[in-house]
């Protein structure tokens, strides 16, 4: 069974004290079902949010703890040096987690550049949620909280997506669906 969200915030704390010296900087962390090919992702908000994929962890459980701490090195690199990529500073920190490669269970697939949408507007009341392309021109609240008029009572909150993580291909997604109903 995947840990509840709650347990995931036990394990990041628990990343954070032995990996991070606790400097990783505060994430919430959910679970998306609505992900398909991506196990996981990383997001620019205020926390930072961490979201994995309940249906490729179901899975891959023991991929879980080792997606989520190379989500907390792009937090750790974020915080210090407003770092997002993989370059020497990700990868030495990595390894110190006993990480040696950014794409492990993915083979060797490279990291996504599959969606050119940088933000996601989430309604945190409902977790009702768009992704777009650029920012909003103006002020938007959740069309399903109050679906007649802007309503200041449900504001959007914007996050900016620093990384998808693949969860594999179209290929290996169609043999599971293939075995499963084998
Ligand atoms: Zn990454
Ligand atoms: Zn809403």
């Avoid at 290996?172 to 293939?178: E, G, K, V, Y």
């Amino acid at each position: 069974m995947l840990p509840s969200e709650a347990d995931l915030q036990l394990l990041f704390a628990q990343l954070n004290y032995r990996f991070f010296d606790g400097e990783a900087p505060d994430c919430r962390i959910r679970y998306n079902e609505r992900f398909s090919n991506s196990a996981g992702r990383i997001s620019y908000g205020s926390p930072l949010l961490i979201e994995l994929s309940p249906k490729h962890f179901r899975q891959y459980p023991d991929a879980l703890q080792e997606t989520l701490l190379h989500e907390m090195v792009h937090a750790w690199c974020y915080a210090r040096y407003r770092d997002t990529g993989h370059g020497a500073r990700f990868k030495r920190k990595l390894r110190e987690c006993g990480i040696h490669s950014i794409y492990h269970e993915l083979g060797n697939a490279r990291p996504s550049r599959e969606s050119s949408k940088r933000y996601i507007l989430r309604c945190e009341r409902c977790a009702f949620e768009v992704l777009r392309r650029t920012l909003p021109r103006n002020a938007a609240s959740c069309p399903r909280c109050n679906k007649s008029r802007f309503d200041s009572r449900y504001p959007l909150t914007i996050y900016e997506i620093l990384e998808m993580r693949p969860a594999g291909t179209t290929l290996d997604a169609l043999q599971a669906a293939r075995k499963g109903r084998a």
